[in-house]
């Protein structure tokens, strides 16, 4: 379990998740494109709904736990990103969309 470290905040995500979302607020926040995300931690924690907003102001950091990169979804990345563009922002969604490979048109998210 890593860390998406976001101005004085840290919050537990899974290093496949982190990878993603450095992908998509990468890509996002080259453009300068300010967005909520939000997401819901699991129902074990005792947790409730989370929505920040994510802007090139605050400091952002990923923590990993591993060592080894995770090989990226990019038709994960995109239904990320199109959520990003929208109006309640990106909202961070499970990983149930079939792996598309890199080097296929699919494969572009973000660029």
Known sequence: MGKLHYGTHSFDMDDRLLAHLQLI???K???SESFFMSWKPPASSGEGRRAVWIDNGVHLYFEYSGGRE???NFAWAEKLADSAGKGGG??????D??????DSPAGTAGQ
């Open 97 to 102: 969309v079939p792996l598309i490979p890199e």
């Open 70 to 72: 995770p090989k990226l």
């Open 25 to 27: 607020i990468g890509v």
């Open 90 to 95: 990106l909202i961070i969604m499970a990983e």
């Open 29 to 31: 926040l080259r453009r």
